[in-house]
């Protein structure tokens, strides 16, 4: 086995999956409330040397994304650690930091998907409905104002790094990060809720190109590497010929 080969050869396949996750990245860099991943490298040896690098695991970074203003009657953000739980229509639960929810005709929270929130009733003649920092929902009725129709909690987890991505901005729980601890909004080391807000991409074009100026450069350096062994081979094979 050529080692040198090899070690470039490694290399380059390592940066090919460190552009694929980047290219990741960029597609989502509008969603709301997406989370960017990155890539982690271990070192390959046969167990006295190096011989290369490989890709070990991509991670999600669940640094705050900007908080802007939303255009939706019931659009919500998480300032900080936590995760909205919601119930989807097959009954499974997920955790997401996507807040746009819409009032169903049954007085629950939804988002797009018909995701439900869970802990909030709204009734028919509810009007000026608010959340407040702490998650506690309020509005008026017919027959009296500031009524409480809910509370929102948050769900936080012991390693939310070890969250399983299920595609999108939504996550499910693993053994890895534990169960999912609902606590109150601003409590306990949770984060609190922004109403009428709305969490953008954590992910920034101008950081993602850097990385991908990287990732190309050390392409390049890699296959030359490539190149340059595969020559020094076919002149040692011919040096064995004659």
């Known amino acids: 086995m050529n080692k040198a080969m090899y070690a470039a050869a490694s290399g380059m396949a390592a940066e090919q999956a460190k552009l694929d996750v980047i290219a ?14 990155a890539m982690e490298f271990a070192e390959l040896t046969d167990g006295s040397q190096a011989l290369g690098t490989t890709p070990r695991s991509s991670y999600i970074r669940f640094d705050q994304g900007k908080l802007v203003k939303g255009g939706g009657p019931f ?24 807040g746009r929810f819409e009032r169903a005709s049954d007085g629950s929270l ?17 009007s000026n409905v608010g959340v ?12 009296r104002k500031g009524e409480t129709f809910g509370h929102i909690a948050l769900a936080l987890f012991a390693a939310p790094d070890a969250l399983r991505s299920l595609g999108g901005t939504a996550f499910a729980a693993t053994q890895a990060s534990g169960p999912a601890k609902m ?7 949770a984060g609190t809720l922004a109403f009428g807000m709305l969490e953008k991409s954590n992910v920034s074009i101008m950081t993602e190109m850097m990385e991908i100026l990287g990732a190309q450069r050390a392409f390049e350096a890699n296959s030359k590497g490539v190149q340059a062994a595969d020559e020094m081979q076919r002149i040692a094979n011919n040096i064995n010929r004659s």
């Open 183 to 189: 606590t109150p909004a601003g409590a306990h080391g």
């Open 110 to 126: 939804r988002s797009a998907d018909g995701d439900t929130l869970p802990g909030v009733k709204l009734p028919a003649d509810a």
């Open 24 to 37: 990741g990245n960029l597609a989502n860099s509008d969603a709301v409330a997406f989370k960017g991943s």
């Open 75 to 98: 659009d919500l953000a998480i300032e900080g650690t936590g995760f909205f739980t919601v119930r989807r229509p097959d009954g499974e639960t997920v955790y997401t930091r996507d």
């Open 132 to 143: 407040a920092a702490n998650g506690t929902v309020t509005g008026d009725t017919g027959k």
